[in-house]
């Protein structure tokens, strides 16, 4: 969503899988039906098969997921102090990105909105003609649509009109929230799956106990 701020290729492994385990579990559940409806042993023995793979693919979604979760608060601290220090507006989809953390998150810099006076952007006196008087972005303002809060000497003193939160707790916390949304969504979906082995393991055991 904030890429690429948030470097999301670590995270596209686990949210494919889901996808594709999420087809395969279609696929199953027909299996599944057609097998207990016509007592077919082939078809469970398929439909059992097949849970213990999308079993093992939804535990490794949970754990990636929290592997990935430890990672966050390195990542996305270094990432963000990258983009606003070095690439904003040199590099247009980073300077859209950090823009929409910031009105969306209602944060403004890194670690505050004085961050920006540091960033290469407000000190690059190329372009000074430019930049005017702008002191940090249009995206860190309560009501961008109003007269400019950005526009000053200096940092604002008194910056009653503009997000004084910096963007790295929040966005982290932000990530966290759904890393860990994403982990134990996994994991639940994964007992599920486990009780339907266990379930058809039992139903094939009858069968065969049937047809003996």
């Excluded at 940090?136 to 109003?146: A, H, M, N, T």
């Excluded at 963007?167 to 339907?196: D, M, P, T, Y």
Aim: some cysteine; proline content about 3%.
């Amino acid at each position: 969503m904030y890429s690429p701020v948030l470097d999301v290729t670590s995270f596209n492994t686990q949210s494919y899988v889901m996808i594709a385990t999420g087809g395969a579990c279609i696929v199953c559940g027909i299996c599944g039906c057609l097998g207990g409806v016509n007592e077919n042993r082939i078809l469970i023995c398929f439909f059992n098969f097949s849970l213990v793979v999308i079993l093992g693919c939804q535990l490794y979604s949970c754990v990636a997921s929290f592997y990935i979760y430890d990672e966050v608060d390195e990542k996305v601290s270094n990432n963000l102090n990258y983009s606003i220090y070095h690439l904003y507006h040199y590099t247009e989809d980073t300077t859209e990105a950090i823009d929409k953390i910031q009105r969306e998150l209602h944060c403004c810099g890194n670690q505050n909105y004085k961050d920006w006076s540091s960033a290469l952007y407000y000190r690059d006196v190329t372009l000074s003609a430019t930049r005017g008087r702008e002191v940090l972005p249009l995206s860190c303002c309560y009501d961008p649509v109003g007269a400019p809060c950005n526009i000053v000497a200096d940092i604002p003193l008194n910056p009653s009109r503009i997000y004084t939160n910096g963007c790295n707790e929040i966005l982290r916390k932000w990530l966290k929230n759904r890393i860990l949304i994403f982990g134990w969504g996994a994991f639940v979906f994964s007992s599920f799956q486990l009780l339907g082995i266990v379930l058809s393991c039992c139903f094939y055991k009858a069968l065969s106990d049937l047809y003996k």
